[in-house]
């Protein structure tokens, strides 16, 4: 793992999760972020080595070496937040109490295969992004 870069772990088969992490990349100026598909081996290391309940978090989770892991709305706000500009705006929603904002992010959670679709394997990243994908 490369020192300084913060991990996100996503569902691989989740179109929606599929396109957060190509909008987060497009928005990753200072190349802050590395990936992982829950599914991977690292994605499985990873969560195991957390204990993480992969059967209550299933979507996103942040992963900050040495410091500490987010998830659900806390991770999806903190990852926003390194964009830097207006992003840092998303601040306010911290405001917000976890527990609501959480409600609505497992709605949509629980959804997203619904609402998006699946795909059958995990995405595979092309030839100019393998480099922010681990294992």
Same mark, same amino acid.
């Given at each position: 793992?490369?020192?300084?870069?913060?991990?996100? $772990?996503?569902?691989?088969?989740?179109?929606?999760?599929?396109?957060?992490?190509?909008?987060?990349?497009?928005?990753?100026?200072?190349?802050? /972020?590395?990936?992982? =598909?829950?599914?991977?081996? *690292?994605?499985?290391?990873?969560?195991?080595?957390?204990?993480?309940?992969? *059967?209550? %978090?299933?979507?996103?989770?942040?992963?900050? &070496?040495?410091?500490?892991?987010? %998830? !659900?709305?806390?991770? =999806?706000?903190?990852?926003?937040?390194?964009?830097?500009?207006?992003?840092?705006?998303?601040?306010? /929603?911290?405001?917000? &109490?976890?527990?609501?904002?959480? #409600?609505?992010?497992? $709605?949509? =959670?629980?959804?997203?295969? !619904?609402?998006?679709?699946? !795909?059958?394997?995990?995405?595979? &990243?092309? &030839?100019?992004?393998? #480099?922010? /994908?681990?294992?």
């Amino acid at each position: 793992m490369e020192e300084g870069k913060k991990i996100i $772990l996503f569902d691989g088969v989740c179109n929606l999760c599929n396109g957060a992490i190509q909008f987060i990349i497009k928005r990753d100026k200072k190349d802050s /972020f590395r990936y992982a =598909a829950l599914q991977s081996d *690292t994605g499985l290391r990873l969560v195991s080595e957390r204990g993480i309940d992969t *059967t209550k %978090v299933d979507s996103f989770i942040l992963i900050e &070496p040495g410091v500490a892991y987010f %998830v !659900k709305s806390d991770a =999806a706000l903190r990852i926003g937040q390194q964009f830097g500009g207006l992003w840092k705006a998303l601040t306010i /929603f911290t405001w917000i &109490p976890r527990t609501f904002r959480n #409600a609505i992010y497992d $709605l949509v =959670a629980k959804n997203r295969y !619904k609402w998006f679709g699946r !795909k059958d394997s995990c995405m595979i &990243p092309t &030839p100019e992004l393998q #480099a922010k /994908f681990l294992g």
